[in-house]
């Protein structure tokens, strides 16, 4: 079946607009995570996901940051009034099911650049 | 907190040579994963190994092989053999079981020379 999908791969904003990142997870996946990979680094925790539920937001690193997966499949990242410093490329993983290990499969990533 | 340190920011192996890649970590946790990672120019993240602590038998995958030291909380990755499309970014990542956050390394470039 089809990876992890993530869309737009390449986004340019201008400082201070809103942007929006999409991820499709591997079908029924539970487990949804977006990570932040700024240049020359490791991707950065910023979220997880079971199903629906947002149970640990805590690498999300300002308020402008917000995610939701409301129907437990499509995750969508928003970043409000984008600045500098959000430019990175965003990564999404999913994987099958949080009760045992499993592995998280990543999606491409999308690249934010804020000019 | 949980970090995890890779200290060589590149390395270069010629093909078919044997290369190892070091990666440090710090925990207060007993139960938990490691893992390395391959991230591809394409950048689609792929695992490439993982060892689970308890398991005192060091994890091996075809040509890659790690060398788990848990009391020095070291993690290195051999990869033997080398091939072309063994160059890449690794990331060596930590996970505490019971939770779902992976923490990475900071990476290591991997340079095939044929």
């Known amino acids: 079946g089809a990876g992890v999908s993530q869309s737009p791969r390449y986004k340019v904003a201008k400082r201070g607009q809103d942007v929006a990142l999409r991820c499709d997870p591997i079908?029924?996946?539970?487990?949804l995570f977006w990570y932040q990979q700024a240049l020359g680094q490791g991707p950065e925790f910023l979220t997880y996901?079971?199903?629906?539920?947002?149970?640990?937001k805590s690498g999300l690193p300002s308020d402008r940051f917000f995610a939701e997966r409301p129907e437990g499949s499509v995750s969508t990242l928003k970043i409000q009034r984008t600045q500098q410093e959000d430019s990175a490329v965003y990564l999404c993983?999913?994987?099958?099911?949080?009760?045992?290990?499993?592995?998280?499969?990543f999606g491409p990533g999308t690249r934010l650049t804020v000019l | 907190a949980q970090t995890v340190t890779q200290s060589q920011p590149e390395m270069s192996v010629q093909e078919a040579e044997t290369v190892t890649l070091s990666c440090t970590y710090d925990?207060?946790?007993?139960?938990?994963?490691l893992f390395w990672y391959k991230q591809p120019p394409s950048r689609q993240m792929i695992l490439v190994i993982r060892?689970?602590?308890?398991?005192?038998q060091n994890a091996t995958e075809n040509r890659f092989s790690v060398n788990f030291q848990k009391a020095a909380k070291s993690f290195s990755l051999k990869i033997s053999d080398s091939q072309l499309g063994d160059a890449a970014m690794y990331f060596c990542?930590?996970?505490?079981?019971?939770?779902?956050?992976?923490?990475f390394g900071t990476g290591t470039k991997l340079q095939v020379i044929p």
């Open positions: 079908s029924g996946h539970v487990s």
């Open positions: 993983a999913s994987s099958l099911d949080p009760r045992v290990y499993n592995e998280q499969f």
């Open positions: 990542a930590y996970k505490a079981g019971g939770y779902q956050k992976v923490t």
């Open positions: 925990t207060s946790e007993s139960d938990y994963y």
């Open positions: 060892q689970e602590a308890y398991k005192q």
């Open positions: 996901f079971q199903n629906e539920a947002q149970l640990d």
